[in-house]
Nanobody, 123 residues
Framework: QVPLVQSGGGSVQAGGSLHLSCGTS????????MGWFRQVSGEEREGVAF???????DYSDSVKGRFTVSIDGSKKTLELQMSDLKVDDTATYYC?????????????????WGQGTQVTVSS
């Protein structure tokens, strides 16, 4: 398995910005999809941003226009820039990886996960 190591996150006031990174060596491994999911305790893990090996991006309606997913090829990291954060964005965020040509939006489509990082947005 390819380990995913997350960094970033933290606490910010509403309207602020945070950045997440997810390190992996998978980018040279052919067709892949990477995603960012978030989970609030007691709720289902929700997919919010996805990026495939062709650099196609996809976002959930809840974050579209505020979050940007990208890959830093030199660092071999998946990035998530989060802007105009809202209290409802508070959650534990996870990066995930699957080797498929079309990115699934469901957590069951992903087989490798990062360790999770907390994002807290206060009003």
């Amino acid at each position: 398995q390819v380990p995913l190591v997350q960094s970033g996150g933290g606490s910010v006031q509403a309207g602020g910005s945070l950045h997440l990174s997810c390190g992996t060596s998978a980018f040279s491994a052919g067709s892949y999809c990477m995603g960012w999911f978030r989970q609030v305790s007691g709720e289902e893990r929700e997919g919010v941003a996805f990026l495939d090996y062709r650099n196609n991006e996809d976002y959930s309606d809840s974050v579209k226009g505020r979050f940007t997913v990208s890959i830093d090829g030199s660092k071999k990291t998946l990035e998530l820039q989060m802007s105009d954060l809202k209290v409802d964005d508070t959650a534990t965020y996870y990066c995930a990886l699957t080797w498929q040509s079309v990115c699934p939006r469901e957590r069951t489509g992903y087989t490798i996960w990062g360790q999770g990082t907390q994002v807290t947005v206060s009003s």
